[in-house]
């Protein structure tokens, strides 16, 4: 069976009601990245990036996945073992359409990090300015976000995944944010097959062996269908 690593951005998860960064009317056009999206942000200003992510957590938790979510759950049901999701999304949609092998590398909404000790615990429920951490008990509590400038999460066993890869896949991403938009280079690189489903070309379409453009809730469940019964 085909080893499989699937990139998922914003665009997968746009049809359950979440928005996206940088479609029009997006997020990005409506809070400024350096308010809410930076450590410097978080430290001029902890309420207003509390807020945010409360605001957003609380959107995620009432989201239900839509048809994508729900055809990579199959492909990964059908397939154990194969299939990977890489996902830049930080909302729960994937894990609630039933898939499990899933790397969250600019981390989740449902999760607390403490800036202090590295504690990492589930946080469902909104966070609070200077929130205790369990652990160290000191008042450090912050979103579990990567911000820009910082380093994504498992990136070494991405890498490791990616030279694995019979096939790549990059679905709802516009190939603005690195690592993430290169990794369909280095995929083609170690010889996979990579295809690019998203709603218009990305920014690195042309480095796409297949694309499918369209709407997310139709484009993958045809191409998860081509792929089991291939
Ligand atoms: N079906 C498929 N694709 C869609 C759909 C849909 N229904 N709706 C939108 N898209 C596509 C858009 O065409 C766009 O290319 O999804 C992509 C979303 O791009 P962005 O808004 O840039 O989101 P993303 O690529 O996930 O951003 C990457 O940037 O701000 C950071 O950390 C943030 O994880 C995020 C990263």
New binding site residues.
Partial sequence: MPKIVIL?????S??SGLG????EG???ARHR?EDV?TPEGFASNPQLVVDFYNARRAQAAEASPNA?HAALARLEAEMPGDVLIVT???DALHEKAGSQNVLHM?GALTSALCAACEHRWNAPLAMTVGEACPSCERPTARPD??W?GEIPYHMEEIEARLSEADIFAA???????YP?AGFVQAAAAYGALTVE????P?LVVSQFDETYS????E?VPKWVGGLLNA
């Fill in positions: 998922t951005g914003a665009g997968i746009a049809e996206t960064f940088r479609d997006g997020l990005w990245i999206a994508a830049q999304n930080v600019h976000i990567v820009f679905i709802g991403t516009s190939g603005n944010v993430a489903l998203n709603l218009e990305s369209g709407l997310a809730s484009t």
